[in-house]
């Protein structure tokens, strides 16, 4: 594992799992499916849980802790989370369950780990920035505004998975009932389209290299909209934006 490299198994309100290679180690970022469907995703990119070193979780929402329990048990993996997640998971009294701050790197190996406080309707949620002492990968979504302390800490990534959850007129005039599109579209829900290009023209991304829009609505977004609103917001073509997709895993993206 000499590469910095990560890949999907799924982005979207219907479960997420980031695998993510680097300085010697493998980690999966939440696990919001069976540990069956897991294992199984994993399979496609030549791996199985058993070679997991750890499993980080963001927060406690079912679409990205649904199946954090049962694969950690399966396979003995230690599980690294904010005390307020782990409370609010309740289940797994028999895990190792490393509980971390808010607002303090850790280490596994020589792989860093920042975890960054966001505003989300969860218990204590956080996001994560891995890296390797020469790339740094940013995963940011599930948060309803950005805040001065994301854009001080993404600034200077190589990577980003960004989140552009929703389009305000689609989720205005769509099928939700009213109390869930507050919920969304609140300051403490997911990010919109404009929402996620104005935090990336308010950051420092000059040494950008890879940006992946993330957490898309099935049903209130659209991914050529939101692939046209963030590269906008970078300045680059369309086309050098990628996007997760919830269905099924992606391909190994290397730094």
């Known amino acids: 594992m000499s ?13 997420n799992a980031l695998l993510v290679e680097a300085a010697g180690r493998r980690v999966l970022v939440d696990c919001g499916f069976s540990a069956r469907e897991t294992a199984r995703r994993m399979a496609g990119l030549n791996l199985e849980p058993g070679q997991l ?20 048990r399966r396979h003995g993996l230690p599980v690294f989370t904010t005390h307020g997640t782990r409370a609010a998971v309740g ?26 406080a966001v505003p989300h309707d969860a ?5 994560f920035i891995l890296g390797d002492g020469q790339h740094r990968l940013g995963l ?3 948060l309803g505004h950005v805040t001065p302390h994301v ?3 993404y600034s200077g990534c190589q990577a980003l998975v960004l989140e552009a959850n929703h389009d305000r007129a689609m ?14 579209g609140g300051d403490f829900g997911h990010l919109n389209n404009e929402q996620s290009a104005a935090f990336l023209d308010a950051s420092d991304m000059q040494s950008l290299e890879r940006l992946i829009a993330a957490h898309i609505s099935e049903k209130n977004n659209d991914a050529d909209l939101a692939r046209d609103t963030l590269a906008d917001g970078i ?14 895993a992606s391909d190994w993206y290397e730094l």
């Open 235 to 248: 300045g680059w073509s369309s086309s050098r934006v990628e996007v997760a997709v919830q269905d099924s």
């Open 3 to 15: 590469t910095f490299r990560f890949a999907f198994l799924g982005s979207g309100s219907r479960g």
């Open 91 to 116: 289940d797994g009294d028999d895990l190792d369950w490393r509980l971390i701050s808010s607002h303090e790197d850790f280490f596994l190996g020589k792989l860093a780990v920042t975890p960054v």
């Open 140 to 142: 940011l979504t599930d």
């Open 123 to 127: 218990r204590e949620p956080v996001q």
């Open 53 to 72: 070193d750890a499993i980080l979780v963001t927060h406690e929402h079912a679409d990205h802790a649904s199946g954090v329990v049962r694969l950690a």
């Open 151 to 153: 854009v001080r800490c």
């Open 171 to 184: 989720l205005a005039s769509g099928p939700y009932p009213p109390a869930l599109k507050r919920r969304v």
